[in-house]
């Protein structure tokens, strides 16, 4: 396993502009979230996928947020307009599914973004 | 609604001491996972061990064991002999059943950070 992965690992852009960050995901895993987290806090939980299927959003995801995950392997999250308030570091994880409660989730290094 | 509450923001350490960080829970669950992550200053987080709702036994994983008290709906991780490479910050989270019935989501809490002195 190569790990969930992340990209871009930095990214700066002005306000009112729209970013795409990529998350791929260790090849066997059928689910993947994303989580939010700001400097000093711990992640929020913003959205996760079973295969193809968004399972559950949470409220934090405005309309600005999308996601995707089109053949159920890599995921997209794009902010449109972005806001100062969508600096944080976005995680990326991602886990089998199976076993119960107890499987494990395996994060990615995160995305930092800076809105100026 | 699931709540996890962590009230120490920062601990301090002995190198070669125990230190329990500690996590206390809100959920209307019958069955649920507790979990604790370390994130370094390089900013990974590294699963350290799980424990279940209906385990009757406390996890332990090397030097991390959970102190599970169900009634009282605490989790508190203790780290034996620390190491200076155990400074990092420290996250309990859960997870639960959704009115889907599918298990995803983890809650964290707000983190621990923890610095461990030679």
């Known amino acids: 396993d190569t790990g969930v992965s992340q990209n871009p690992r930095h990214k700066i852009t002005k306000r009112g502009q729209n970013v795409t960050f990529r998350c791929d995901p260790i090849?066997?895993?059928?689910?993947l979230y994303w989580y939010r987290q700001t400097l000093g806090q711990g992640p929020e939980f913003l959205t996760y996928?079973?295969?193809?299927?968004?399972?559950?959003k949470s409220r934090l995801l405005s309309d600005r947020f999308s996601a995707e995950r089109p053949k159920g392997s890599f995921s997209t999250l794009e902010i449109q307009r972005t806001e100062q308030g969508d600096s944080a570091m976005y995680l990326c994880?991602?886990?089998?599914?199976?076993?119960?409660?107890?499987?494990?989730?395996?994060f990615g290094p995160g995305t930092r973004l800076t809105v100026t | 609604a699931q709540k996890i509450t962590q009230t120490q923001p920062g601990m301090f350490v002995q190198e070669k001491e125990a230190v329990t960080l500690d996590c206390t829970y809100d959920?209307?669950?019958?069955?649920?996972?507790l979990f604790w992550y370390k994130q370094p200053s390089s900013g990974e987080m590294i699963f350290l061990i799980y424990?279940?709702?209906?385990?009757?036994q406390n996890a332990t994983e090397g030097r991390y064991s959970l102190n599970f008290q169900k009634a009282r709906k605490s989790a508190n991780l203790v780290i034996s002999a620390s190491q200076l490479g155990d400074s990092a910050m420290y996250f309990c989270?859960?997870?639960?059943?959704?009115?889907?019935?599918?298990?995803?989501?983890?809650?964290f809490g707000q983190g621990t950070t923890l610095q461990v002195k030679p």
């Open positions: 994880a991602s886990s089998t599914g199976t076993g119960g409660l107890g499987y494990e989730q395996y």
């Open positions: 989270a859960m997870r639960g059943i959704d009115g889907s019935g599918n298990t995803g989501k983890l809650i």
């Open positions: 959920t209307s669950d019958q069955s649920y996972g």
């Open positions: 996928f079973q295969n193809e299927a968004q399972l559950e």
């Open positions: 424990q279940g709702s209906y385990d009757e």
């Open positions: 090849s066997e895993h059928n689910r």
